[in-house]
Nanobody, 127 residues
Framework: HVQLVESGGGSVQAGGSLILSCVAS???????LGWFRRAPGPGVKREAV?????????WIKPSLKGRFTISRDNALNTVYLQMNNLSPADSAMYYC?????????????????????WGQGTQVTVS
């Protein structure tokens, strides 16, 4: 079982940047790691942001490419999300997720259903 704890959220003005971190309780070197987000409001679905596989290959939601970057540090069991030029549309609860890489089907790194382990989220508010 993997426990995940996100940090780095907060309030930022439009155009600003934030770095989110997610620390795992154990060795996640063989896991794929992802970031997802859910905007406030009723009936809003969680959406993929970015993911990185066990070999370090990143996947970024197409609309976020150029602004968001995902990376990992296996020595620290940590995955990061660098977010630049933020806008109010980026306001959401951001969640970290993990799953053994060999359990994730080809092309499914940005699918919520690929992940079994989830953090509690960190809030990002852009005004």
């Amino acid at each position: 079982h993997v426990q995940l704890v996100e940090s780095g959220g907060g309030s930022v003005q439009a155009g600003g940047s934030l770095i989110l971190s997610c620390v795992a309780s154990g060795d996640t070197s063989s896991y794929g790691l992802g970031w997802f987000r859910r905007a406030p409001g009723p009936g809003v679905k969680r959406e993929a942001v970015a993911a990185v596989d066990d070999e370090g290959t990143p996947w970024i939601k197409p609309s976020l490419k150029g602004r968001f970057t995902i990376s990992r540090d296996n020595a620290l069991n940590t995955v990061y999300l660098q977010m630049n030029n933020l806008s109010p549309a980026d306001s959401a609860m951001y969640y970290c997720a993990a799953e053994l890489a060999d359990r994730v089907k080809l092309g499914a790194m940005l699918r919520e259903s690929s992940y079994r382990f989830w953090g509690q989220g960190t809030q990002v508010t852009v005004s």
